[in-house]
């Protein structure tokens, strides 16, 4: 017999709203981590101090990355957040998920690289 093993997600209290403007409201001002979602899993990875700003940012026509999350989507985006009011915490937080979901959007700069 063999076993399967399931990687847990770094955590999963996440709270998820559609990726339109109109929802912008629905999102705290608290600083945190988020994801963009869509039918095939997480696109997109990032941490911030402010989650409403940085949805409102990400739907910026400038932002090429979620521009071709956008544009290439399967149903519709979610944006999804948990609010981690320390800095350490939302960093540590960011490279768990981006390691566990290896988001396609993301781009992800080592130091010294």
């Excluded at 929802?23 to 990032?46: A, C, F, K």
């Excluded at 944006?79 to 566990?100: C, D, H, N, T, V």
Aim: proline share 6%.
């Amino acid at each position: 017999m063999s076993s399967s093993v399931h990687r847990q997600p770094p955590f999963s209290e996440f709270k998820f709203t559609p990726f339109e403007i109109t929802y912008r409201l629905s999102v705290p001002e608290n600083g945190g981590v988020y994801r963009l979602n869509d039918l095939r899993g997480t696109l997109y990875v990032g941490k911030t101090n402010s989650l409403r700003r940085r949805f409102q940012e990400h739907l910026d026509p400038n932002n090429w990355l979620i521009q071709q999350a956008l544009q290439h989507r399967d149903g519709r985006l979610k944006f999804g957040w948990k609010a981690i009011s320390s800095s350490e915490k939302r960093g540590q937080q960011e490279r768990q998920l981006i390691q566990y979901y290896e988001p396609p959007c993301n781009r992800v700069m080592f130091e010294g690289e």
